[in-house]
């Protein structure tokens, strides 16, 4: 018989719990089915410093309570907490999650303890991320959860996400079943909040819906919905999502949004670049069949934002750009989730980036590498979308914020009505 250290049987059964693409296990006995998760929500985790971070007042012994909306519901709920950042280990003192009664308030109604290995608190290495057990709860498609952690000490540095969109409240002490949370404090960032999956979706087994599964938005500041306002969750994910469920063919399927404000395909910036995130962000979420990619005018824009650059060097700029494609297409195949690329929008006119004409040639050539190449299973060509047939290099005006980079709440929506929904049929490339 193998003899087994209890160091090895531990790390084991870490390895097994950070598997997202696996099913967790059945406890109903051997004949019970094992529930198919999928991700309802999500964002893309990076390091939370300066004005990002909560005050080091606000950041220990804390009740952190974060709103977030579902795109597809279910029967029952997991959440995965992140210390992906973080360079000490994070303790958990106790969590719960609730329905919102209304976002932008602390306010909950009902509600179920969230628990970790039977356990109440959980302790999450630094550099790592952790399920917790799944929770009965009744949730619907599009409906509002509040997830509510204590947290007894500041995390060394904050995992988080920047870009949330949404009010979340900090109060000092372990108040995570409190409806209430008299006192709260708002803060506009979400903090180690990971995902939030969700499994028995309804009419699933039945086949009155498609099979379930999750389109992954992975992008820029344009993908998280830079200049949309707290709770109005009109990225154009969310119009996406919207669509999706409205519809008996399509609503067992979820989107999650990892887009980045600042963030670029080669370099680090605002957050790890797309290549490197690329694993956490897309494969290594549960239920994944499609990502749509949105990413690149942040590459081009930065290489000549302080000064011009050589005829070269933009070659290279458009060559590595295309080439980083390439492997997230192949490494996405691997795991049998097709891509879908998005054209670079125009940003002619931006004050920031100030693009030339050499910029411009540089977007035109990895928007026919995406058009043509072959390498993205499908294209939606938010370029054509987007821009100003008068001026192909701008943003048509009634689509513009203003910046003449970012949309408009308004043209944020008609990039969301302008996904096909046949994209996501079942047919083509299986699920492994």
């Known amino acids: 018989m193998r003899r087994w250290s209890a160091a090895l049987i531990v790390g084991a059964l870490l390895i097994a719990g950070a598997d997202a693409r696996r099913p967790s296990p059945s406890h109903g006995g051997a004949n019970r089915p094992e529930p198919h998760w999928i991700a309802s929500w999500g964002s893309a985790q990076l390091n939370s410093t300066g004005e990002n971070a909560l005050p080091m007042d606000r950041a220990g012994a804390i009740t952190l309570r974060q709103i977030v909306r579902l795109s597809v519901g279910g029967d029952s709920v997991r959440v995965r907490i992140s210390n992906a950042f973080g360079t000490q280990p994070l303790a958990i003192g106790a969590a719960h999650i609730a329905h919102a009664l209304k976002p932008g308030t602390p306010q909950t109604d009902g509600g179920a303890t969230v628990t970790f290995a039977g356990r109440g608190d959980a302790v999450i290495p630094a550099g790592?991320?952790?399920?917790?057990?799944?929770?009965?709860?009744?949730?619907?498609?599009?409906?509002?959860?509040?997830?509510?952690?204590?947290l007894p000490a500041a995390a060394t540095p904050q995992t988080g996400h920047p870009g949330?969109?949404?009010?979340?409240?900090t109060l000092p002490g372990a108040h995570v079943s409190d409806p209430i949370l008299s006192g709260a404090l708002p803060t506009t960032h979400w903090y180690a909040l990971a995902d939030i999956e969700v499994a028995g979706i309804a009419g699933a087994r039945s086949g009155a819906v498609a099979k379930p599964g999750t389109i992954v938005a992975i992008g820029d500041s344009i993908t998280d919905g830079y200049g949309v306002l707290p709770e109005h969750n009109s990225r154009w994910p969310d119009i996406l999502a919207e669509r999706l469920r409205a519809l008996p063919a399509t609503r067992a399927l979820g989107v999650v949004n990892t887009g980045i404000?600042?963030?670029?395909?080669?370099?680090?910036?605002?957050?790890?670049?797309?290549?490197?995130?690329?694993?956490?962000?897309?494969?290594?979420?549960?239920?994944?069949r499609w990502a749509i990619v949105l990413e690149g005018v942040n590459d081009i824009g930065v290489l000549t934002r302080d000064a011009p650059a050589t005829p070269e060097?933009?070659?290279?700029?458009?060559?590595?750009?295309?080439?980083?494609y390439t492997q997230l297409v192949a490494r996405a195949h691997a795991h049998g989730i097709k891509v879908i690329g998005g054209t670079v929008m125009p940003f002619g006119g931006n004050d920031y980036y100030h693009p030339s004409a050499a910029n411009e040639a540089d977007r035109q050539a990895v928007n026919t590498f995406i058009r043509t190449a072959g390498v993205f299973d499908?294209?939606?060509?938010?370029?054509?979308?987007?821009?100003?047939?008068?001026?192909?290099?701008?943003?048509?005006?009634?689509?513009?914020?203003?910046?003449?980079?970012?949309?408009?709440?308004?043209?944020?929506?008609?990039?969301?009505?302008?996904?096909?929904?046949?994209?996501?049929?079942?047919?083509?490339r299986s699920d492994p």
Do not use: C, W
């Open 261 to 288: 404000g600042g963030n670029r395909v080669l370099l680090d910036g605002t957050g790890p670049n797309l290549l490197a995130r690329f694993d956490r962000d897309v494969i290594a979420r549960s239920g994944v």
């Open 164 to 169: 949330a969109r949404a009010t979340s409240f």
């Open 313 to 324: 060097r933009h070659a290279a700029l458009v060559a590595q750009v295309t080439a980083a």
């Open 128 to 150: 790592a991320e952790i399920y917790s057990d799944p929770v009965t709860l009744a949730v619907g498609s599009g409906a509002d959860l509040a997830v509510s952690i204590y």
């Open 378 to 428: 499908d294209v939606i060509d938010f370029d054509r979308l987007m821009r100003d047939p008068a001026h192909s290099d701008r943003l048509l005006p009634a689509y513009d914020s203003g910046d003449h980079l970012h949309p408009s709440e308004a043209g944020y929506r008609v990039m969301g009505q302008a996904v096909p929904l046949t994209l996501f049929a079942d047919k083509g």
